[in-house]
């Protein structure tokens, strides 16, 4: 079984960056997709931004420019760091697997961490 764990969130100014790290145990592999979400309160799940096994990457409109994802296939982690970040970046945070080597949809995701808070004050 796939676990995935969450870490790096916290409360920042506006302006500021937070790096988030999501270190996985289990049946994981370099060649498959890893994803970060975020869900803010009232609002569904939304994808932030993948990584695919070859190292592509794919960001959604609003964070392109200011999140970086990158992976760490030796120690079996992927981060997120987030520059200039917004008070709508608030959000809880949520690190995914898939067993796809390319994944853009939260459905092809099937293992998910818990989450973690980012909070970007005005």
């Known amino acids: 079984q796939v676990q995935l764990v969450e870490s790096g969130g916290g409360l920042v100014q506006y302006g500021g960056s937070l790096r988030l790290s999501c270190a996985a145990s289990?049946?994981?592999?370099?060649?498959?997709?890893r994803g970060w979400f975020r869900q803010a309160p009232g609002r569904e799940r939304e994808l932030v931004a993948t990584?695919?096994?070859?190292?592509?990457?794919y960001y959604t409109n609003s964070v392109k420019g200011r999140f970086t994802i990158s992976r760490d296939n030796a120690k079996n982690t992927v981060y997120l760091q987030m520059n200039s970040l917004k008070p709508e970046d608030t959000a809880v945070y949520f690190c995914?697997?898939?067993?796809?080597?390319?994944?853009?949809?939260?459905?092809?995701?099937?293992?998910w961490g818990r989450g973690t808070q980012v909070t970007v004050s005005p």
């Open positions: 995914a697997a898939s067993t796809l080597g390319k994944a853009t949809l939260r459905y092809h995701y099937e293992y």
């Open positions: 289990g049946p994981t592999y370099s060649s498959n997709a």
């Open positions: 990584i695919g096994w070859d190292g592509n990457t």
